[in-house]
């Protein structure tokens, strides 16, 4: 089941607009192919209803709404009223599952909170909806009074309750504990259908899910990119490949489609995801070591389950101060570029000389080494001449462009939002006398040194994305705008080698 929408949703400075949400519960239900997921908490906000409204309507008309799920509350009709009226019919039943929440927290007796949860959920019984129930703080719970859990669990239990979620709510599990309690609640209600929900305050969430399976529980929440409160639940791009490896068992999830859920939510959550996080990482099918290129060249012998092409991507080889003579030639390869042995040891040599000085070569910029090395065919096509981008307040700013492309000149004028984007609306203008498509930006990346100097250098590196062809390209530069436009002109380079 999973939560993005909802629990994902309580991270901080995270808020999906309802197109947003929309846009995210279709792709999981319908490419992703998540079994469930949990959209929002009842009787939040007007905003919060709009939402839920509009996914509903979507569900049913795909006949997918009995997978579509709503936290509520404890309070007899009201939660059970507000999805009704939003168009829902599940609700998971945010009920205490330790004695100290609800001692402290409700001040109530356990009987009596018992009595709330029993009509709660025979009210949204006579409803017609479906009910699940969290057991909020489980995992506290059941290490201080197991009693109180077996005994809220039996009466949910009895009422007929769907799934039971148990939730590591604060992250405290171990992978031991995790273990041992599961297989108790599993021993304890045997017919009982349990779902474990885990949270990463110590990096065990994929670990305490997989462990939860193998414990007994039949299923586990996820959400994407592992948002959530604090440090986050358990990732499903993570956990899906990790149940399908190591349980046994197999999800439905198409594991095709991971990354692009992940970039999707990336976006729309506005928290990048760091370049080395499992599965969906910018880097993680990136190989640096020559070591290990070598042996993937003589044999994958570097290679495991988790194959690029398993989920849709490719495995890329870093080109830096470690990289070997295989890391070069797979890359040469790529591009369709044979060298000599002598020549080869050349460009290998200037990539480990720029690799020391901390420089990042992209296979875009392989092709100007190796015209460095060797003139074989590999031109300039195009180069800046000249350029000024003016700015002036409450004035869009302007760039006036002069190119040699393909051997003649070109100039170009255009406003833009910014300095960048009225050179880029300059350079389409000559792209379109050449009767080029210019490639559509995909992502883009300024980085300086630690530190904070006004001086510092500025490496600004660009994805674009043209037809099925995807090109990196860095520029470095004391200044942000011309690190950007160096690294255009290489983009621009590598499209007409291409052509």
């Excluded at 936290?71 to 039943?93: P, T």
């Excluded at 640096?288 to 060249?297: E, L, Q």
């Excluded at 009767?435 to 994805?463: H, M, N, W």
């Amino acid at each position: 089941m999973d939560t993005t929408l909802r629990d994902g949703e309580q991270t901080e400075e995270v808020n999906f607009a309802l197109p947003e949400k929309l846009a995210v519960a279709k792709k999981l239900l319908t490419e992703v192919k998540v079994d469930r997921i949990e959209i929002a908490s009842a009787r939040v906000s007007a905003g919060e209803e709009a939402s839920c409204r509009e996914i509903f309507l979507w569900a049913k008309e795909n006949s997918l709404l009995d997978k579509v799920e709503v936290l509520g509350f404890v309070d007899f009709n009201k939660s059970v009223d507000w999805i009704e009226g939003a168009g829902g019919k599940v609700i998971n039943l945010l009920c205490k599952g330790s004695k100290n929440h609800c001692i402290n927290q409700l001040h109530k007796k356990p009987e009596e909170h018992f009595l709330d949860v029993t009509k709660t959920v025979e009210y949204a019984k006579s409803k017609g909806f479906i009910v699940n129930a969290y057991l909020e703080d489980f995992s506290n719970g059941v290490r201080e009074d197991e009693n109180y859990v077996f005994g809220i669990t039996r009466v949910l239990n009895g009422l007929g309750v769907k799934r039971i979620m148990l939730a590591d709510t604060l992250g405290v599990l171990s992978i031991l504990e995790t273990k041992k309690f599961v297989e108790k609640m599993v021993e304890k209600f045997p017919s009982q259908h349990f779902d474990f929900h885990a949270h990463n305050d110590y990096g065990l969430a994929v670990a305490n899910s997989l462990q939860a399976l193998l414990a007994g529980a039949r299923g586990v929440h996820v959400t994407v990119n592992g948002l959530g409160e604090r440090s986050g639940n358990s990732a499903l791009e993570v956990l899906v490949p990790v149940i399908n490896d190591f349980s046994g068992k197999k999800t439905n999830v198409d594991e095709l489609k991971l990354s692009a859920i992940s970039h999707l939510v990336e976006l729309f959550s506005r928290r990048r995801i760091a370049k080395n996080h499992p599965i969906v990482g910018a880097v993680v099918f990136t190989q640096t070591a020559g070591i290990h290129a070598d042996g993937d060249k003589k044999g994958n012998l570097y290679k495991s389950k988790l194959s690029a092409k398993r989920f849709g991507r490719l495995t890329r080889y870093t080109l830096g101060k470690l990289s070997g003579k295989a890391s070069i030639e797979i890359t040469l390869k790529q591009l369709g570029v044979t060298l000599e042995p002598e020549e080869l040891k050349k460009v290998l040599s200037r990539v480990v000389e720029l690799g020391d000085k901390k420089e990042f070569v992209s296979k875009e910029d392989l092709v100007f080494i190796v015209n460095e090395i060797k003139h074989n065919g590999f031109v300039q096509k195009f180069k800046m001449i000249d350029y000024s981008i003016t700015t002036k307040n409450g004035v869009k700013p302007k760039a006036r462009v002069k190119v040699s492309f393909n051997g003649k000149e070109f100039s170009a004028s255009a406003l833009g939002d910014g300095g960048y984007n009225a050179f880029v609306n300059a350079l389409k203008k000559i792209f379109k006398k050449n009767k080029l498509s210019f490639p559509q930006l995909e992502d883009y990346e300024v980085r300086i040194p630690v530190g904070g100097r006004t001086d510092a250098l500025v490496e600004c590196k660009i994805i674009w994305k043209r037809g099925n062809r995807r090109i990196e390209t860095i520029g470095v530069s004391t200044d942000q705008v011309e690190a950007a436009i160096k690294s255009t002109e290489k983009m621009v380079n590598a499209i007409l080698i291409g052509e």
